[in-house]
C-alpha cells in the first residue's frame, strides 16, 4: 500500500522559515521522481519543485532562491525547506511520487503565511 504522509506545516511569519517532510513507503523511492507541489484556494495547482531519482532538481521560478528540495533514500524520506516565505507561499503543499505511468500524491499539508 502506497502512503505520503506530510508533515510539517503551519503558521509562519513573512520572511520566516518552515520544513516540510514527506515519508514515503510501499513503493520503490529511490527511482521515483519525488516533489512537491501547492495549490492556493482560487487557483490551479502548480508545481514547487521535484527531485529525481539521480538527484537533479527543477524549481518553480516563484520560489527559487529560497526553497531548497532533498532526499535521503536511506530513509524514504523527501524534504523542502522553505525560507524567506512570503504570503503569497500561502497553500495546501503536496508530496508527490511519479515514476511514468505511475504518480502518488499526499493528502497534503497546510502553509499559512501571514504577520
Known amino acids: 500500500q502506497v502512503q505520503l504522509v506530510e508533515s510539517g506545516g503551519g503558521l509562519a511569519q513573512p520572511g520566516g522559515s518552515l520544513r516540510l517532510s514527506c515519508a514515503a513507503s510501499?513503493?520503490?523511492?529511490?527511482?521515483?521522481?519525488m516533489g512537491w507541489y501547492r495549490q492556493a484556494p482560487g487557483k490551479q495547482r502548480e508545481l514547487v519543485a521535484v527531485?529525481?531519482?539521480?538527484?537533479?532538481?527543477k524549481y518553480a521560478d516563484s520560489v527559487k532562491g529560497r526553497f531548497t528540495i532533498s532526499r535521503d533514500n536511506a530513509k524514504n524520506t523527501v524534504s523542502l525547506q522553505m525560507d524567506s516565505l512570503k504570503p503569497e507561499d500561502t497553500a495546501v503543499y503536496y508530496c508527490?511520487?511519479?515514476?511514468?505511468?505511475?504518480?502518488?500524491r499526499g493528502q497534503g499539508t497546510q502553509v499559512t503565511v501571514s504577520s
Open positions: 508527490s511520487a511519479d515514476l511514468g505511468t505511475y504518480r502518488y
Open positions: 510501499g513503493f520503490t523511492f529511490s527511482i521515483y521522481v
Open positions: 527531485i529525481g531519482s539521480d538527484g537533479s532538481i
